[in-house]
């Protein structure tokens, strides 16, 4: 049987970490005796060039056809004042697959303590996991634009959320069993409402400690104690930018993946950065995050648990080796990077 992925390499750097992304599917599924084919469509500023929208119909329908989808990144200055953004072809395809659950893990392997900004001992350990609810939230509600006034609201069901919890519960069992809803409740009607659900959703997982906390509290303990969580469950907006935070935990934005899912259908694998217009068309990104995307694409999309722990493997074992990319101080090329980690792929 093959697998049908699609690439969705959009804007910026995407097109350079999503071809990186691909080598090393290739290697790991080679390997593993799984056979892959791979599409491409326009998306984001590529799908405005192309088509005059951030999500062509046709990239849509592709979408939904396929097992897996695989993007790069979108947005850039380019389509700054056109009348569409391409970060809404994103929000629409998340929407329209209805991948309500995003996962976004952060390791700090053992040795390579010293790739963060953070003294060595504060981030030794950490090992968590942010489930970010993708679909609901500031993101989705009724949005007002104005000069003189505007406005964005923040809608969450009780259904929503007990979706998305439930995702972090069971997520919590196959790891250390703990955790920590993050959420605004000393002030938002939402968060109590979120609160609320959590404690209920709680009750079926009584071999998971639940703890809640204040999303500004939050944000400091994740760099000043980062190895406190296991699994932090938070809303849309929450998870953006706790996520970018977390990245400094691990030493670069470039290293960090995520798969987005749904109830059923294809899910959507990225790396969490964005399209890096300061650094795109030079070979100077980093591919890790894509390519543990592409790791998390082969474990949740395809339920190929073996090729992705050894294209994980194949990706630790390069960033012990070296050499590293420019973000994490190193000489090597985004694509020189990837044929190494897919060498190492091939080979395990
Ligand atoms: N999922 C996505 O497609 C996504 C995510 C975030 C931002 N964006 C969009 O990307 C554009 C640029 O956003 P931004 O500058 O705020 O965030 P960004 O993540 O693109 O870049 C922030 C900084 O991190 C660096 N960086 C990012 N990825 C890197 C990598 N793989 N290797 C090395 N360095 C890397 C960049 O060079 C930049 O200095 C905006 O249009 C934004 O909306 C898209
Ligand atoms: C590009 C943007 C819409 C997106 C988000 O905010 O979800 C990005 O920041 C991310 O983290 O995937
Ligand atoms: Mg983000």
């Not at 963060?116 to 090992?127: H, T």
């Given at each position: 049987m093959t697998a049908h992925i699609l690439l969705l390499p959009g804007d910026g750097i995407g097109p350079e970490v999503t071809a990186a992304a691909r080598v090393c599917l290739e290697a790991a599924a080679s390997r593993a005796g799984l056979s892959l084919s791979f599409d491409e469509a326009p998306f984001g500023g590529a799908g405005i060039d192309a088509c005059g929208s951030p999500l062509p119909e046709e990239t849509l329908q592709k979408a939904r056809a396929s097992d897996a989808v695989f993007l790069g990144a979108v947005g850039g200055p380019a389509w700054d004042s056109a009348p569409q953004r391409p970060e809404a072809g994103l929000l629409g395809l998340r929407k329209a697959l209805g991948l309500?659950?995003?996962l976004r893990p952060v390791k700090v392997m053992a040795g390579l303590e010293d790739f963060?900004?953070?003294?060595?001992?504060?981030?030794?350990?950490?090992?968590l996991l942010i489930?970010?609810?993708l679909t609901g939230g500031l993101y989705f509600g009724a949005r007002e634009e104005g000069r003189e006034r505007a406005s964005d609201s923040c809608v969450y069901t009780a259904e929503e959320v007990t979706r998305i919890a439930r995702v972090a519960f069971e997520a919590a069992r196959g790891r250390s069993g703990r955790v920590t809803s993050v959420d605004k409740a000393?002030?938002?009607a939402t968060s109590r409402l979120w609160r609320a659900v959590v404690e209920d959703v709680a009750r079926d997982f009584p071999d998971v400690a639940l703890d809640h906390q204040l999303v500004d509290s939050a944000a400091m303990a994740l760099v000043t104690n980062p190895a406190r969580f296991d699994v932090i469950l938070t809303e849309n907006l929450f998870g953006d930018i706790l996520s970018d935070e977390a990245a400094v935990i691990a030493g670069s934005i470039g290293l960090l993946g995520s798969a987005s899912l749904g109830a059923d259908g294809p899910g959507l694998f990225e790396p969490i950065h964005g399209s890096a217009p300061d650094i795109a068309?030079?070979?100077k990104a980093n591919p890790a995050g894509a390519i543990a995307s592409a790791a998390l694409l082969l474990r949740h999309g395809l339920k190929q648990a073996e090729a992705a722990d050894?294209?994980?493997a194949a990706l630790e074992a390069q960033l012990r080796a070296g050499p590293l990319t420019a973000d994490l101080g190193?000489?090597?090329?985004?694509a020189a990077f990837a044929e190494k980690v897919a060498a190492h792929a091939a080979q395990a």
């Open positions: 309500f659950a995003n963060s900004p953070l003294r060595p001992e504060r981030v030794r350990g950490a090992d489930v970010r609810e000393n002030v938002l068309g030079q070979d050894r294209l994980e190193g000489d090597s090329g985004c």
